[in-house]
């Protein structure tokens, strides 16, 4: 599978909900790098990159998050892969 890279901003009821704790453990067990970050407009803003496949399953879990989380909807960027690894929880 070919290495891909995407930006995703999270809209809803997506802070205080420990959104990026939940995206952060979900991103390690699927093995891709990244970060998480809150956003002051309450956004959560993702940036995630690895295999194609992976880095899709990941996606679509932001499109609903962990259980308190009320996403309403995703906006996805296209970014060029970097070679990153690891995934964390930024700010």
């Known amino acids: 599978m070919p290495i891909v890279r995407r930006n995703v901003v999270v809209h809803g009821r997506v802070q205080g909900v420990w959104f990026r704790e939940s995206a952060r453990r979900r991103a390690t067990e699927l093995g891709v790098g990244g970060w998480v970050r809150n956003r002051p407009d309450g956004a959560v803003e993702v940036e995630v990159e690895g295999d194609a496949e992976?880095?899709?399953?990941?996606?679509?879990?932001?499109?609903?998050?962990?259980?308190?989380?009320?996403?309403?909807?995703?906006?996805?960027e296209e970014r060029e892969p970097s070679g990153e690894s690891g995934f964390r929880v930024e700010g």
């Open 54 to 76: 992976a880095v899709d399953v990941l996606v679509d879990w932001l499109g609903h998050g962990p259980s308190g989380a009320r996403v309403e909807r995703l906006d996805v």
